[in-house]
């Protein structure tokens, strides 16, 4: 049956629509050798499609998992650094997966991978406003002056941000964790929100990714999805409230490089649930 153009390279993982559109009237697309620069065009399941001459096919499998990612691990499949990477975690699993969005660096958490690329698109894009929430450690313990500021919105050096939510999750003598949902994809957000009011972010603990979370699994382990968590990562793709699991900090922290990396990483599908094991 026959695909618009740009649908297919957003599906097959290439870019967004609008960014595979641009690619369109750039004259980067050909289709059976021959370039293509009208946005209408249709292309059929036997067409050669290629990308500034790379071929491109969707997926003749979707897949869906979750990882747990440590921190002191980047958001990439390899990363030219030598640091350790998403990829590294991924084993033997079949097809390319790649990640959802981000986290940074020395933060922790749900991310999802896929090879969904459409879905992808649309879990990412700003139009669909996903929220993404977060338990933050910070120093300190945060005023509710300080949290009213967060929750009014504070002039960063790249313009205004605003969370959706923000609330004192718990407290310990000199120091807070923050429940704190964004709907931006800006880098490093919601450190640079926490930072702004005066309380640095020394931990940072994403709980779950599109209401799917990471209880039940340890750092550096993935599983795949249940096939009603995926139904429900596709309804958040499509304007579904992001639902949350409950939250629970993450174990207590034990040294800050990355676990190593184990031969088989697949842990096995299990039911959810995270017992709070310290701070």
Same mark, same amino acid.
């Given at each position: 049956?026959?695909?618009?153009?740009?649908?297919?390279?957003?599906?097959?993982?290439?870019?967004?629509?609008?960014?595979?559109?641009?690619?369109?009237?750039? *004259? /980067?697309?050909?289709?059976?050798?021959? +370039? &293509?620069?009208? #946005?209408?065009?249709?292309? =059929?399941?036997?067409? %050669?499609? @290629?990308?500034?001459?790379?071929?491109?096919?969707?997926?003749?499998?979707?897949?869906?998992?979750?990882?747990?990612?440590?921190?002191?691990?980047?958001?990439?499949?390899?990363?030219?650094?030598?640091?350790?990477?998403?990829?590294?975690?991924? *084993? /033997?699993?079949?097809?390319?997966?790649? +990640? &959802?969005?981000? #986290?940074?660096?020395?933060? =922790?958490?749900?991310? %999802?991978? @896929?090879?969904?690329?459409?879905?992808?698109?649309?879990?990412?894009?700003?139009?669909?406003?996903?929220?993404?929430?977060?338990?933050?450690?910070?120093?300190?313990?945060?005023?509710?002056?300080?949290?009213?500021?967060?929750?009014?919105?504070?002039?960063?050096?790249?313009?205004?941000?605003? +969370? &959706?939510?923000?609330?004192?999750?718990?407290?310990?003598?000199?120091?807070?964790?923050?429940?704190?949902?964004?709907?931006?994809?800006?880098?490093?957000?919601?450190?640079?929100?926490?930072?702004?009011?005066?309380?640095?972010?020394?931990?940072?603990?994403?709980?779950?990714?599109?209401?799917?979370?990471?209880?039940?699994?340890?750092?550096?382990?993935?599983?795949?999805?249940? +096939?009603?968590?995926?139904?429900?990562?596709?309804?958040?793709?499509?304007?579904?409230?992001?639902?949350?699991?409950?939250?629970?900090?993450?174990?207590?922290?034990?040294?800050?490089?990355?676990?190593?990396?184990?031969?088989?990483?697949?842990?096995?599908?299990?039911?959810?649930?995270?017992?709070?094991?310290?701070?």
């Amino acid at each position: 049956m026959p695909e618009r153009l740009q649908k297919f390279l957003a599906r097959s993982g290439v870019a967004s629509r609008r960014r595979a559109e641009e690619l369109i009237l750039q *004259g /980067r697309v050909q289709v059976n050798g021959r +370039p &293509v620069t009208e #946005l209408g065009s249709k292309v =059929e399941a036997s067409d %050669l499609v @290629t990308v500034d001459g790379r071929p491109v096919e969707p997926p003749s499998k979707l897949s869906y998992v979750i990882l747990y990612k440590p921190p002191g691990v980047v958001t990439t499949l390899k990363d030219p650094r030598g640091r350790p990477s998403v990829g590294d975690y991924l *084993g /033997r699993l079949e097809g390319r997966l790649f +990640p &959802v969005g981000r #986290l940074d660096f020395d933060a =922790e958490g749900a991310l %999802l991978l @896929t090879n969904d690329g459409e879905l992808a698109q649309r879990l990412l894009h700003p139009r669909y406003q996903v929220k993404r929430t977060y338990l933050a450690k910070v120093k300190g313990i945060p005023s509710e002056e300080s949290i009213s500021k967060l929750r009014r919105g504070v002039r960063l050096e790249d313009g205004m941000a605003t +969370p &959706v939510e923000v609330s004192l999750f718990e407290k310990a003598e000199r120091n807070a964790w923050l429940k704190i949902a964004v709907t931006e994809g800006r880098p490093h957000l919601v450190k640079r929100l926490c930072a702004a009011v005066g309380h640095p972010v020394v931990r940072l603990f994403r709980p779950s990714h599109a209401g799917v979370g990471v209880g039940g699994l340890r750092q550096g382990e993935l599983r795949p999805l249940l +096939p009603e968590e995926i139904s429900l990562v596709k309804a958040v793709g499509y304007g579904k409230p992001v639902p949350e699991p409950g939250l629970r900090l993450p174990p207590r922290r034990h040294g800050h490089g990355a676990p190593r990396v184990e031969p088989k990483t697949m842990a096995p599908t299990r039911a959810r649930g995270q017992k709070r094991s310290g701070r």
